[in-house]
């Protein structure tokens, strides 16, 4: 694995000796692992686990705080457009009335 992993530091060395260093180069080999919870401070509990907990509670509930903020506006801009549509067919009816009285008299 190691002969494996110097041949491809090597290639892209090679393939890409424009001015970039070998350091630049080797931060893009780095290893992940496969395990889904590897890793994760949240999983191994403890009083950073809770930390971890909590910070990401607060995140989400000030997410879904702006989120019903803004469907509070859109609700509130689509009222006043019903409004103002609703004053407009008042006018309108109000005008068909007027034009029917015209034309009975």
Do not use: C, P, W
Request: glycine share 4%.
């Amino acid at each position: 694995m190691a002969s494996m992993l110097s041949r491809r530091m090597t290639t892209l060395a090679v393939a890409t000796s424009n001015n970039r260093s070998l350091t630049a180069l080797l931060q893009f080999s780095r290893g992940y692992s496969m395990e889904r919870d590897a890793g994760s401070i949240r999983e191994a509990g403890g009083s950073f686990g809770k930390k971890e907990k909590a910070q990401e509670d607060q995140y989400f509930r000030k997410l879904q705080d702006e989120q019903l903020k803004k469907l509070h506006d859109i609700k509130k801009f689509h009222e006043e457009e019903l409004k103002h549509h609703q004053d407009a067919i008042d006018r309108h009816d109000k005008k068909i009335q007027e034009f029917e009285k015209k034309m009975t008299e």
